[in-house]
């Protein structure tokens, strides 16, 4: 596919998953001039230099600051309506940037008094009127970016402390009025001043920087030539190539939609090329990404939320969270290795390769800032500022490389994506902390915790399969992070009160889940997107995805029931039953496709294929499912059970391949 067309590919995916619009050419400086002051206040807040007292000074008004400066832009960005994607922007959108403007400046003005003299609970009158005001302007921000399921729920999240007493038994409360609801919403640091935009401000601003820049520095190019270079020539390589470089990429951007629109347009057309359908191509792709936003060392805004309601340095949730996605990724690997192997699909030709040796000389730095990262994250914990340290010494490398140095154009093209990325990211968390705003005011969050717990019958697995289930369905209507907040506040308490679970067990298990709606259908966004790029039916895509991504179907519920896989416990453990999760993985990919590595094709015959398939299925599911409490069999059990159902599989495997032989005279794959 030429590089005309892999444009064109990434246009129609890119106006299918975003609605922004293009500003006209005398406000096109806005959007950079706002990541530069964001950029500023943040590095003022963090580093504590005294530059920007005025809005810095104070933590609450730093964080009405972030809000008064992000917020105005989804109107200018985002139409009332996706028609309008294409027209220019209309009066009445001006008028809501000014409008917004001014309101978040009140609040940034009066950040002092609203702390001092307790506005959250007693404000005068012009403070209730413009909190009234910010409420509305926040819902249809959160409306524009990110759809109406999210602007839906948080409504009617954000009133229901208005009619709280008028509920059902169960999720009754104490009422409060319409101006205690508002000034609540507006001046607590419970609601839209909560932990979303608290973490949103003190740690993703910089991983956002971060990834925008890595991005446009050649980052991503770098990262793609590379997994061609090592993996492009090995059987079903460009599929392959796809795991490494979104697995990479999605360390970057945090996005599934960004990442498929990335390494999407290279890998897809070289997965087509070696035989591979578009479904298959696309599916693998979709999977990839979504893994990418799950693969440390920075895994999406979601991540540092997580850190913040556990109370625990963000290094804590990166250093939990490598364990599963190498589960993930190896299930991933492992079916396209038996698809290829099993379809006799090889992988590109070497010449038509890049050199390993040549890219790595021309992109040995994007290595050691990651390097620098990681070292920062983990060893000094340092995670607020890390990313403006990696950021620095990123763009000084650069500007010494002749190949990637930048010009002014690549300056404001950097500026316009990240401040994209913040307002659309801005505008859901103030609007989500609204809903988490509405549980704490009425106590909502422990009574649903409770009634979880009392559904359940204090069953842990039931526990489990209805906070999976949750967390799914929660995934398709709102983003990720939507979910995962609203979750974290409802359903985590009841898993770890209730069942007895480990806290960040429960918020990955919460957090996996809510990713699975990417891959899913009848939503599946991301295998929707690289259907785009693919050419491809976007269902059929889905159902690809779905199969192949299978076993992050269960991981999670293996991780919540032995948080070993999590780095929880002695390492002799941890080694132990990561490695008993890796032979189960490898069963159940394996069985998945119809083909084990070192023994061949499961089966001649369509009966024999059922049977050996789901004995090594069966065979894959006990060996890496946990076993003791509260599964009513322990590890040597499960794994006895598991080789007696594997061992034979294996052997009416080999003795099936023995006697297709003489029937067609070649060795069957």
């Not at 005068?124 to 249809?140: G, H, K, N, Q, R």
């Not at 939507?482 to 067990?505: C, H, K, N, R, S």
């Not at 029931?561 to 990561?578: T, Y």
Request: hydrophobic residues 55%; glycine residues 10%; charged residues 10%.
């Amino acid at each position: 596919m030429n590089q005309a067309s892999q444009q064109e590919d990434v246009g129609a995916a890119k106006e299918q998953v975003s609605k922004v619009r293009s500003l006209p050419r005398a406000l096109r400086w806005l959007p950079g001039t706002v990541t530069v002051l964001l950029t500023l206040m943040t590095l003022d807040y963090l580093f504590n230099l005294g530059w920007l007292t005025f809005v810095t000074g104070l933590e609450t008004q730093f964080y009405y600051a972030v809000v008064a400066l992000l917020l105005p832009l989804v109107f200018l960005l985002w139409p009332m309506f996706p028609s309008g994607q294409s027209k220019p922007v209309p009066w009445y959108d001006y008028l809501l940037f000014i409008v917004t403007a001014i309101v978040g400046g009140y609040f940034v003005f009066q950040a002092e008094s609203i702390l001092e003299r307790g506005w959250a609970f007693a404000a005068p009158e012009p403070a209730v009127w413009f909190s009234y005001a910010y409420w509305l302007l926040i819902l249809e921000a959160a409306r524009r970016a990110g759809g109406w399921p999210i602007a839906l729920i948080v409504a009617l999240f954000s009133c229901y402390p208005m009619v709280a007493d008028i509920m059902p038994g169960p999720i009754q409360a104490f009422p409060s009025t319409l101006e205690q609801t508002a000034i609540y919403h507006t001046m607590s640091t419970e609601s839209i001043m909560g932990v979303p935009l608290q973490a949103f401000a003190s740690l993703v601003i910089g991983f956002l920087i971060f990834g925008v820049v890595l991005q446009k520095t050649g980052g991503g190019a770098f990262f793609i030539n590379l997994a061609f270079s090592l993996l492009g020539h090995v059987r079903g390589g460009p599929a392959k190539v796809s795991i490494f470089a979104s697995g990479l990429m999605g360390s970057m951007s945090g996005s599934v939609i960004t990442n498929v629109l990335t390494t999407g347009v290279l890998s897809i057309p070289a997965m087509r090329r070696i035989g591979m359908s578009r479904s298959f191509a696309g599916g693998v792709e979709a999977c990839a990404s979504t893994g990418g936003v799950l693969m440390p060392p920075v895994m999406g805004a979601t991540a540092f939320i997580m850190a913040m309601f556990l109370d625990v340095p963000y290094a804590a949730v990166a250093l939990a969270a490598v364990i599963p996605s190498v589960l993930y990724f190896l299930g991933l690997f492992i079916q396209i290795d038996a698809y290829a192997a099993r379809n006799n699909i090889k992988g590109l030709p070497k010449l038509e390769l890049p050199s390993v040796k040549q890219t790595l000389k021309e992109g040995w730095y994007f290595i050691f800032v990651f390097v620098l990262l990681v070292w920062m994250l983990l060893v000094m914990q340092r995670e607020a500022v890390a990313p403006f340290y990696a950021t620095a010494l990123l763009l000084v490398i650069n500007q010494l490389s002749k190949s990637h140095r930048w010009g002014w154009k690549n300056v404001t093209d950097t500026l316009n994506a990240a401040a994209k990325l913040f307002a659309e990211l801005i505008a859901i968390l103030a609007g989500v902390g609204m809903l988490v705003g509405a549980l704490s005011m009425t106590g909502l969050s422990g009574t649903i915790a409770n009634d979880f717990i009392h559904l359940a019958g204090g069953s842990v697995p039931l526990l489990l399969v209805m906070g999976a289930l949750t967390s799914f369905v929660l995934g398709i209507g709102m983003t990720v992070t939507a979910a995962y907040i609203f979750l974290a506040v409802a359903l985590a308490p009841a898993l770890t009160q209730g069942g007895g679970l480990d806290p960040m067990a429960v918020h990955m298990f919460i957090l996996y889940w809510g990713m699975l709606s990417f891959i899913t259908p009848p939503v599946a966004l991301g295998a929707f997107a690289a259907a785009t790029v693919a050419g491809a039916r976007p269902m059929e895509t889905g159902l690809q995805a779905m199969r192949l991504g299978s076993v992050i179907y269960f991981i999670p519920f293996m991780f919540v029931l032995n948080p070993a896989l999590i780095m929880q416990g002695s390492p002799i453990g941890i080694i132990l039953v990561f490695c008993q999760a890796v032979l189960g993985i490898v069963l159940f990919a394996s069985a998945m496709q119809g083909y084990l590595i070192g023994v061949g094709r499961l089966g001649h015959t369509p009966a024999m294929e059922v049977i050996i398939r789901t004995l090594v299925l069966i065979a894959g599911f006990c060996v890496a499912l946990p076993g003791g409490k509260p599964i009513p069999f322990s590890n040597l059990e499960l794994l006895s059970v598991g080789l007696a159902t594997g061992i034979p599989a294996i052997l009416l495997a080999r003795w099936s391949q023995h006697r297709a032989i003489p029937r067609n005279g070649i060795t069957p794959h």
